[in-house]
């Protein structure tokens, strides 16, 4: 799917959108574009920074979120990541089986395990996430301030409408 021409306006369907979605193409769904910028972030900028440590997209969210709130259950990483359960065990186990973090049983809860990341697995984050912070900030230096300030708040609202559905 590919975006329409650049345009110096905004569609006509996103100006004043019908109740029902009528008029409203699916390569101008908002979810459509959200998606796609995301996918093409991840495949063309975040996919060739984490290639030459080996590991993927999954293992690097799991990875961060050890290394910047510390130690957690898997339950607690999917709450931090928006990730589902199969994704953080999966990625856990492969990070696990490179020496990149650590497991304990929760001695408060028997059948809990706590995650943790390793020294091997600190130092990966940081080299890996200097990288990933230079491509956000050349990311957010495409936009202007205004429509900084504008796309930060449209996805607070756009990610509480969806949590809201959940509950």
Do not use: C
Not at 68 to 97: C, N, P
Not at 136 to 148: H, M, T, V, Y
């Amino acid at each position: 799917m590919s975006l329409p021409p650049d345009a110096p306006f905004i569609p006509p369907s996103w100006q004043s959108p019908a109740p029902d979605g009528t008029g409203l193409e699916v390569e101008l769904f908002p979810s459509v574009l959200m998606l796609a910028a995301g996918t093409l972030f991840q495949r063309n900028i975040f996919r060739p920074i984490l290639e030459p440590s080996g590991i993927g997209v999954a293992e690097w969210r799991v990875l961060l979120s050890l290394n910047h709130y510390g130690e957690a259950t898997a339950a607690q990483i999917v709450d931090r990541s928006w990730m589902d359960k199969a994704q953080v065990s999966r990625a856990a186990l492969a990070l696990e089986e490179r020496g990149l973090i650590g497991r304990r049983q929760d001695p408060a809860h028997a059948r809990r395990v706590i995650l943790s990341s390793t020294r091997k697995g600190e130092a990966l984050y940081a080299r890996v996430h200097a990288q990933a912070q230079r491509e956000q900030a050349r990311l957010l230096a495409l936009l202007e301030p205004d429509e900084r300030r504008g796309l930060y708040l449209a996805l607070q609202k756009i990610i509480r409408h969806a949590q809201g559905l959940a509950e």
